[in-house]
């Protein structure tokens, strides 16, 4: 059982590259999450997913964009990288059900992502 | 804004020591309150979690109690070991319990 397997572990772009980040989970969950993580600064949640088809945006959403074709995978994508995008990144997963609360987040390792 | 501060950290304790690791929250509401713990080079695991107000979550010696009236969920263990050395988070729900938001994190290192 993979749980939450996020693709790259590590990259590194210049400004004004893109690039997508995928997460992939093997266990049905019907939420999932992508947060960043800074020195400093915690945990923020930048979009998450309540369901396939379904986005909304998080605490820190902007320079992001998302999509949630497929239950299973959850991607985050950088149109034009901006140096204040380098960070770690976490995809998180919840067996949510639409209209209760979450109660139990399964995290992938993280992606390293540098942007000169 | 719903938010959650921890204190600042790193905080550095010697193997069977007390822990406290304090949490405050602003929230609309009550919200569940829960404690995420992580590992060098790891995601986020749950640690424990509290559902409604005077509610203790407890696990791997790590106890909680959710506080309504000082608007508190403090982490605490009565004796620590090298191997809870890791950065704690606190959390609560977000978006009426669709997703968690954290705060900062408190690095804890134990040493024997």
């Known amino acids: 059982n993979a749980g939450v397997t996020q693709t790259p572990k590590f990259r590194v772009l210049k400004t004004g590259q893109s690039m997508t980040l995928l997460c992939a989970q093997d266990?049905?969950?019907?939420?999932m999450y992508w947060y960043r993580q800074d020195p400093g600064m915690g945990l923020r949640l930048i979009h998450y997913?309540?369901?396939?088809?379904?986005?909304a945006k998080g605490e820190v959403p902007d320079g992001y964009n998302v999509s949630r074709l497929k239950k299973q995978n959850f991607l985050l994508g950088l149109e034009s990288a901006a140096p204040s995008q380098t960070s770690v990144y976490f995809c998180?997963?919840?067996?949510?059900?639409?209209?209760?609360?979450?109660?139990?987040?399964?995290f992938g390792s993280g992606t390293q992502l540098s942007v000169l | 804004g719903d938010s959650v501060t921890q204190m600042e950290g790193p905080v550095t304790l010697s193997e069977e020591a007390f822990l406290t690791i304090n949490c405050t929250y602003t929230?609309?509401?009550?919200?569940?309150l829960f404690w995420y713990v992580q590992y060098p080079g790891e995601g986020l695991q749950l640690l424990l979690k509290?559902?409604?107000?005077?509610d203790k979550g407890s696990n791997k010696g790590f106890e909680a109690t959710y506080r309504k009236e000082t608007t508190s969920f403090h982490l605490e263990k009565g004796s620590v070991q090298v191997s809870d050395s890791a950065v704690y988070f606190c959390?609560?729900?977000?978006?009426?319990?669709?997703?968690?938001?954290f705060g900062k994190g408190t690095t804890l290192s134990v040493s024997s």
């Open positions: 266990m049905n969950h019907e939420y």
């Open positions: 959390a609560l729900e977000y978006q009426a319990g669709t997703a968690l938001i």
């Open positions: 929230a609309t509401g009550y919200p569940s």
């Open positions: 509290a559902t409604k107000a005077d």
């Open positions: 997913s309540v369901g396939e088809g379904t986005t």
């Open positions: 998180a997963s919840s067996y949510g059900v639409r209209g209760r609360n979450v109660e139990k987040l399964f």
